[in-house]
């Protein structure tokens, strides 16, 4: 090939490229247009607040302090002087991401596991159209009614410690009251109200299964659980991947259950971060150390994104 | 198949033990919709209760008198109606506005190659990372500025275009194999040909679940009507029902019926919706 | 000179702004339950008969932590909305700082705040003035009567100390009946609040050890069943109205914004007791009549364009007239005079005994909380150690240990 014809075909390339890019962007723009207005650019304003102080009110008073934000809410002085166990020991942020964190673990991985599960259990049965309803049912409510429910239930003398009572165990306290319990109810009220959301988010998954691929299976005499294992799991894989970044980042975010049910107590026990932002912003209202929280939330859940991105583009090498 | 050849277990044709299992799944099942529902017998049960009656030690599952009115004096103490329409209005704009854009972009992401596909992307699911109370403010200015507060539009333009639609509908195409794409390409369909003509189609159950889900969480939004909406005629139903919750009192009981009727609306949603998921759709030919 | 010219101004303005009074204005007005406070009504419709066409617009938010928020987002986007009602004293410091407020002090110069004893002070930030007070609820002491007959025992009196009380609220119980003595609401002020009144202590001094006595005063009541336990209210979330209008509890310590709810739920056929207020108790050294409090004021937003509009009405408002409007419907003015108290007790439904009507005029009144930049940090500190003590995660003097040392920090 001559110098001139690699060249003509490198043009061509790069055209064709340059088309594909336009088709592209003109795929992307409805939505981003109205996405970066709406949402991006507040979002970046955001960011950068993170490195002013603001009390709110005219853009003037903005004024700029670099790092301070993150110095205060991570302590720094008191760090260098009495160690990192009094970040996670007593600092309002170490406690909310501690408490956070514990959260996101637990309801993570149960959430996955019951929604899957009612998934695989609702595909094909009689009656599944009530059952995915009523599994649906919690999501849909509103917010107030269920958490106040909640409350009632888990009182000392509630139906939820009736039941354990009658299992014999002696336990006879108010969860939300209660230190240790109150993350237990937030938990529970959590899973209880998002696994019928999940579920139908496996439902749909489920139906983009090829038939043959299970199909194949059973001729080769794989049993319902090795089907499961080595058809159906790598086929739900990117919609796995979409449950556990959002969840992992919506249980980041958890905020109306914890309002309601137990304002952050008892003490700070149930303390997250949005409840943490929320406080600064609109109680305090510091707006910049409010972006500050913001941030280190953003870095976690965007590490932990692309820890999981990663792994799915590894599966879809394979 | 490479992975089944590893399963050599026997498969289970015994009738009897399928049987029981079934039974056993059946109470598993009935016993979980159960403990789903219970909060909401008590619900149903609170919302014919008097005011006081409703946080009465020792709880008591049903009411000493059924008060039925409780469910039309929800209507007359606030303009519920118009609150059911404001919200109608949103979420039925929203979820259009949504399941178009974002399937449209969506294909952008899953199915083609283009310059900064990874980056913009990392950009949306950054910007769902970010909670909305440290960006709220800035948001507000903004709004503000360009006339839209305490308009329905606001809420609109603010739910329409969210992050979480591209997302969920980017994970669905990804699932459909690209070789059916390329078929398509030299059979000479142009790119939104293939996405009208072969993505849209075989995402029905995808497209599905982003109506259920825009709709629901729109109709359930409460920070945001809360802030944005402030004149009677704009309230949606979310912001009307904390009217039941005053400084010095709280109508719990008015709050039950008038989260009950909210109830309706999606129910009736999803309840339309929910034979995608059962039909399923034609995968023959699927398989590369 | 100067500020001469500019009170003459203003006087100027003030004369113009008179006439201009007869043509249609509207003045709008950011508070929040528009439509279902009796006193806002009652004030609407006072004002706008004694201002012929002027009309007030409600600008109605919801109650509740979002009225900060929702108020504070809307002026930070610009809002232009003429009066803003403060519902918490920390709002009129914000909202100063973001420049939100108009300074008061050329209106004020030949205003007479006499009636507001002094607590017009906490709307006053670096000597000048940013809002005027129009309601203001101290604690009194409700009792049920009926069981009081019913048990043969005399009524609470006006002077009782802390120890008195308990022995009553013992002697008041009768758990066959299931009858408590008291009732404490799950909030800080209901249980530690007691050790600000007379004045020389304050929830933001940094040292809590005032508070132990009444930890343990509330926690014995708690064990002998006198009272229902924290725990249990903070779950199911009872209302303390609920709990005194189900006529099973025979004390409540609470403020005065029950009077009007009970007088209305009574009147509506939803409760039938009879009740009656007196002073709350006090601690030994501590006057007899002393209570605490906080207060609701308006103040005039920076971007309104009818500043001496908005000022007739806040002074109207806060003054002897809108006084009696907010007396009306049994709310408590923030101006205090014999014949305020005269207009609430006459108010239909009050108890007619003269032990009520004395309560009506306490000795003095301190701040729940008093104003000041690092008070909404020591409130969370401190509303966060209470939960831990009522929920008996640690005792009260762990608490308060914590609670000194975290307030100690964020003083430093």
Known sequence: MSQAEVRKARYRMGKLERKNTLIAYSFLAPNFIGFAVFTLIPVICAVALSLFEWGGGDISRLKFVGLENYATIFTVKKVAEKGIGYFFGRADLGIALKNTAFYTVVTVPLTIVCALALAMLLNKIKGAVFFRTVFFFPYVSSMVAICVCWSFMLMRNGPVNQIIMALGIDFNKGWTADSTMAMWAIILVSVWRNMGYYMVLYLAALQGIPRELTEAATVDGANKWQQ????????????????????????????????IMTEGGPGRATKMLVTYIYDEAFVKNRYGQASAISMVLLVIVLGVTIIQFRSEKKFSND | METAVHGRGIRKDNPALQKVLRIIIWILLIALAAFTLIPFAWMISSSLKLDREVFAFPMRWLPETYHWENYSLIWEKVPLLTYFKNTAFIAITVTLLQTLTSSFAAYAFAKLNFRGRDVLFLCYIGTIAVPWQAYMLPQFIMMRSMGLYDTLWAMVVLQAFSAFGVFLMRQFYRSIPTELCEAARLDGLSEYGIWARIMLPLSKAAIATLVIFTFVNTWNDYMGPMIYLTRDVNKTIQVGL????QQYSSDYHLIMAASLCSLLPVSIVFLCLQRYFIEGIATSGLKG | MKKMLSVLLAAMLLLTAIPALAEDQVLTVVTWDATTTPYLIAQKEAFEASHPGVTIEYVDVESGNEY???????????????????????????????????????YIADYDMSGFVGIEKNYEIDSVQYGIPFRSDFWVLFYNKDLFDAAGIEYPSNDMTWDQYAELAKKMTDKEKDIYGTHYHTWLSTVANWAVCGG?????????????????????????????????????????????????????????WLVS???????????????????????????????????????????????DLAWEYISWLGGPEGAKATASVGARPAWVSEEVAAAMAAVDGFPADDNSKAALLPVSVAMEWPVGEKVPDIKTVVNEEHSLIMAREVTPEEGIEEMNERVAELLQ
């Open chain 1, 228 to 259: 499961f294992r080595h058809v159906t799991l790598p086929q739900l894989k990117p919609t796995t991947f979409f449950v556990s970044v959002m969840m992992v980042i919506s249980c980041f975010k958890i905020y109306d259950v914890v309002a």
């Open chain 2, 242 to 245: 904390r009217r039941f919750i």
């Open chain 3, 68 to 106: 900060g928020v929702k108020v504070g987002t809307m002026l930070s986007g610009g809002d232009t909305s003429d009066v803003i009602m403060l519902k918490e004293n920390d709002q009129v410091v914000n909202w100063q700082a973001q420049g939100f407020a108009a300074p008061l002090t050329d």
């Open chain 3, 200 to 256: 020389e202590y304050t929830l933001a001094d940094g040292t809590y050890d005032n508070l132990l006595y009444f930890y343990k005063l509330y926690q014995d009541l708690e064990d002998s069943g006198a009272c229902m336990s924290y725990a249990d209210l903070k779950a199911s979330g009872l209302k303390y109205a609920a709990a005194f209008e189900n006529g099973n509890v025979a004390m409540l310590p609470m403020g005065y």
């Open chain 3, 261 to 307: 709810t009970l007088i209305a739920d009574i009147k509506a056929g939803n409760a039938s007791l009879n009740w009656g207020i007196t002073a709350v108790p006090h601690a030994d050294g501590v006057a007899a009549g002393s209570s605490f409090g906080n207060m609701t004021g308006a103040m005039i937003n920076a971007r309104s364009e009818q500043k």
